[in-house]
């Protein structure tokens, strides 16, 4: 085995693992978001408490629909996070 291909193997190796870690995070993100949709759905203000464990992660780009349902839940205007958080959910995937 040369040098080459050796580096080639270990480069292709890392950026497998950095291509799974952000889907891990995005499948984390999409779970906490189904997650938070059904407690909005039944009304439950756990809710509010789910929203702020959204706001210390990262949003990768969607910073400002997760502070609008922020917004929204912490005035207990489930339905109009709820609209927000299934448009979050469509785009996820």
């Known amino acids: 085995m040369t040098a080459w291909s050796s580096c080639s193997t270990a480069c ?3 950026r497998s693992e ?6 891990r995070r995005r499948i984390g993100g999409s779970e906490q978001l189904q997650g938070i949709l059904a407690l909005l759905e039944d009304n439950n203000l756990a809710a509010i408490d789910m929203v702020d464990k959204l706001l210390d992660r ?16 912490q005035s207990l205007q489930f339905e109009q996070a709820i609209v927000i958080v299934r448009e979050l ?5």
């Open 12 to 14: 292709r190796r890392k």
């Open 58 to 73: 990262p949003q990768g780009g969607q910073e400002d629909a997760v502070h609008e349902v922020a917004a929204y839940v």
């Open 89 to 93: 959910l469509a785009e996820a995937g």
């Open 18 to 23: 950095k291509r799974r870690s952000r889907c």
